[in-house]
């Protein structure tokens, strides 16, 4: 499978605790980019990274989230001191940006579903 | 400011009929790109179609079909052939290069 893929699918956690979530792209794409989608609504857009520069963050990405991509391959999202309201899907999305372009298409993965109780 | 408005919280379409999802987005940059992906009751976004803001052409894969007006800013989705398995969330969403937007999405229900 040569798809998104991340880890884990499912998450509990106590409130307070700590979690980090695992996004693996697209093997040849460039760009890597998050989301949080609560029930009923469309994905929110967190952050993004071109290789290994996180080039935009969301306002809703407070201090307590903090999003690596090191060598430029998979990423990690950390949720430090989780809250109630942390509970989301969290969307990774991976893309091929070429050089004077905009706006290519990004490709899902199955998401990681957090709950904090 | 909404970006992106899906004016429809549920369709209901019957089977082998086509149907028209609305979006209507809002944004001053020249060059965008529009997008509709499919989210099932699984939670993975499934990639439909991509309008880009200087194609003349509307997009079109398979049954899907994409009614890009620019002067009234509206990107809708058509589906024709509606099967079963095309029940899920629909998510308009566009792009600015470095901003991303999605709606609020559209729920479709196939009736047999």
């Known amino acids: 499978d040569t798809g998104v893929s991340q880890d884990p699918r499912h998450k509990i956690t106590k409130r307070g605790q700590n979690v980090t979530f695992r996004c693996d792209p697209i093997s040849e794409h460039n760009r890597l980019y998050w989301y949080r989608q609560t029930l009923g609504q469309g994905p929110e857009f967190l952050t993004y990274f071109q290789n290994e520069a996180q080039l935009e963050k969301s306002r809703l990405l407070s201090d307590r989230f903090s999003a690596e991509r090191p060598k430029g391959s998979f990423s990690t999202l950390e949720i430090q001191r989780t809250e109630q309201g942390d509970s989301a899907m969290y969307l990774c999305a991976s893309s091929l940006a070429l050089a004077g372009g905009c706006c290519e298409t990004q490709y899902f993965g199955p998401g990681t579903r957090l709950l904090v109780l | 400011a909404q970006k992106i408005t899906q004016t429809q919280p549920g369709m209901f379409v019957q089977e082998k009929e086509a149907v028209t999802l609305d979006c209507t987005y809002d944004t001053s940059d020249p060059s965008y790109g529009l997008f509709w992906y499919k989210q099932p009751s699984s939670g993975e976004m499934i990639f439909l179609i991509y309008?880009?803001?200087?194609?003349?052409q509307n997009a079109t894969e398979g049954r899907y079909s994409l009614n890009f007006q620019k002067a009234r800013k509206s990107a809708n989705l058509v589906i024709s052939a509606s099967q079963l398995g095309d029940s899920a969330m629909y998510f308009c969403?566009?792009?600015?290069?470095?901003?991303?937007?999605f709606g609020t999405g559209t729920s479709l229900t196939v009736i047999p």
């Open positions: 969403a566009m792009s600015t290069g470095n901003q991303f937007y």
């Open positions: 309008q880009g803001s200087y194609d003349q």
